[in-house]
Nanobody, 125 residues
Framework: QLQFVESGGGLVQPGGSLRLSCAAS????????IGWFRQAPGKEHEGVSC????????YYADSVKGRFTISRDNAKNTVYLQMNSLKPEDTAVYYC??????????????????WGQGTQVTVSS
């Protein structure tokens, strides 16, 4: 059964850091680009970052560029999101996702079909 389990969220002060993990099971991560998304209260899902499986190329939303770093460890079937210099506006539930079909390259955000349950990130003093 295809499953994502996100972890690593929590409460952090502005300027702090967190490292999120996305552990995949039920499929081989090697073949898929993986995206990280977030949803803040009262807002729609927002694409944050993506990492391809073919060449490891990465993409970041402007709002997180320079502060977040996405990486993957295919041997552990896990994707990570290192978040530094966190701001209150980063507060959201963070999800990882993949497309239904095998897709090695990052694609538009609305093409991601399978999601985890999310992990809460709260940035507050």
């Amino acid at each position: 059964q295809l499953q994502f389990v996100e972890s690593g969220g929590g409460l952090v002060q502005p300027g702090g850091s967190l490292r999120l993990s996305c552990a995949a099971s039920g499929f081989t991560l090697d073949y898929y680009a993986i995206g990280w998304f977030r949803q803040a209260p009262g807002k729609e899902h927002e694409g944050v970052s993506c990492i391809s499986s073919s060449d490891g190329s990465t993409y970041y939303a402007d709002s997180v560029k320079g502060r977040f770093t996405i990486s993957r460890d295919n041997a552990k079937n896990t994707v990570y999101l290192q978040m530094n210099s966190l701001k209150p506006e980063d507060t959201a539930v963070y999800y990882c996702a993949r497309t239904e079909a095998v897709q090695a390259m990052c694609v538009p955000w609305d093409e991601y079909d399978y999601w985890g349950q999310g992990t809460q990130v709260t940035v507050s003093s």
